[in-house]
C-alpha cells in the first residue's frame, strides 16, 4: 500500500512544482495549457520553474482550467503565498445544517428505493431506511463508523457474497475509483484502491454479464431467495463553494425490472 510518508515525501512542495504536478496528471504540455488560459508559454514555463510569482487571479485561474478539486486548489494557493479562498466546514457545523436536512429529504424522497451519500472517501455520510434491506448478514466490523460503502460492496464479509454479477459490478466501482485517484492523487483513495484489488472474486472483472440491450452495468444481488437488479445514478451538488460540499455524492438506485420494483414497494407497504 502507499504509505502516508512516502507521499509526503514524494509530494511537490513549492506552487511550481505543484502546478506541473497537475499539468502533468491532466497530460498537458506547457503550450496547450499556455494556449487554454491566454497566457505564453514562456511565463508559464517561469511560473513552474519559480522564476515568475503568479497571482492570486491567475492560480485560481489555472486551477479551474486543469479541473483541480477546491481542497487542492487552498492548497496551490497556500503553496503560492496566499489564503485558501475554499471553507471546509464539518457536516455538524451550524452553517450545514440546511445541506444536511436538504439531503435527508431527498433520500427520504426515493424511498422505498436505496440512497446514499458519501464523502470524497466513500464514507457513508447519509442513507435512507431502503438501504438497510440490503445489508442484513453484514459482518458487524464493516457497520461500525466510519462505514465505507466501497468496502462494505465489495469485502467477502460485505454484500460480496449477495452480488450475482460480482465481477462486472467489482470492475465497475474500481473502475471508477481508479479514476477518482488518477484525478485527485489522494493517498487515501490510492490506499483504499490497493486494498480493495486485494479482496477475492472468482468471476473476471470483465465478466461479460450484461443481458441484451444493456447499455449500463447493473447491480444484481440475491436477498434471500429474491434475484434483484438495479441501476444506479451519481449527482454531485452544482457549483459548490464549500470543499466538504463539493466532496460530497449522491448515489440512487433504481430498479432494473418490475419484479425488482415490486420486491421494495412491498418491504415499504409491509413495513419491512
Keep these: ?70 481542497r487542492d486548489r487552498n492548497q496551490l494557493l497556500l503553496s503560492a503565498g496566499f489564503a485558501p479562498v475554499y471553507p471546509e466546514s464539518s457536516l455538524h457545523s451550524p452553517q450545514m445544517m440546511a445541506i444536511r436536512e436538504a439531503l435527508r429529504r431527498l433520500l427520504a424522497g426515493h424511498d422505498p428505493y436505496p440512497a446514499v451519500v458519501v464523502d470524497r472517501w466513500w464514507n457513508l455520510v447519509e442513507a435512507n431506511d431502503a438501504l438497510l434491506s440490503l445489508v442484513t448478514g453484514v459482518a458487524e466490523h464493516l457497520l461500525s463508523p466510519p462505514i465505507n460503502v466501497l468496502r462494505l460492496s465489495l469485502h467477502p464479509e460485505g454484500i460480496a457474497p449477495q452480488i450475482l454479477n460480482l465481477g462486472e459490478w467489482r470492475g465497475h466501482l474500481l473502475g471508477r475509483l481508479r479514476r477518482q485517484v488518477a484525478l485527485t ?86 413495513g419491512g
Excluded at 514524494?10 to 487554454?36: F, I, K, M, V
Excluded at 519559480?50 to 492560480?59: N, Q, T, Y
Aim: proline share 6%; with cysteine.
Design 185 to 270: 492523487a489522494d493517498p487515501e483513495l490510492a490506499d483504499l484502491l490497493a486494498e480493495l484489488t486485494e479482496y477475492p472474486c472468482e468471476q473476471p472483472e470483465d465478466a461479460d454479464t450484461q443481458g441484451p440491450g444493456e447499455v449500463v452495468v447493473p447491480l444484481r444481488l440475491r436477498v434471500g431467495d429474491t434475484e434483484l437488479a438495479m441501476l444506479t445514478t451519481v449527482a454531485t451538488f452544482g457549483t459548490p463553494l464549500d470543499v466538504t460540499v463539493a466532496e460530497l455524492v449522491i448515489e440512487t438506485f433504481f430498479p432494473a425490472d418490475e419484479e425488482s420494483g415490486r420486491w421494495f414497494r412491498e418491504r415499504t407497504t409491509s
Design 1 to 70: 500500500m502507499t504509505s502516508q510518508l512516502a507521499h509526503d515525501q514524494d509530494t511537490p512542495s513549492t506552487y511550481g512544482d505543484l502546478l506541473r504536478a497537475w499539468r502533468q496528471r491532466r497530460h498537458l504540455s506547457q503550450l496547450e495549457l499556455a494556449n487554454q488560459v491566454d497566457v505564453s508559454t514562456r511565463h508559464l514555463s517561469f511560473v513552474e520553474t519559480g522564476r515568475a510569482k503568479p497571482s492570486r487571479e491567475m492560480v485560481l485561474h489555472l486551477a479551474e482550467h486543469l479541473d483541480i478539486p477546491l
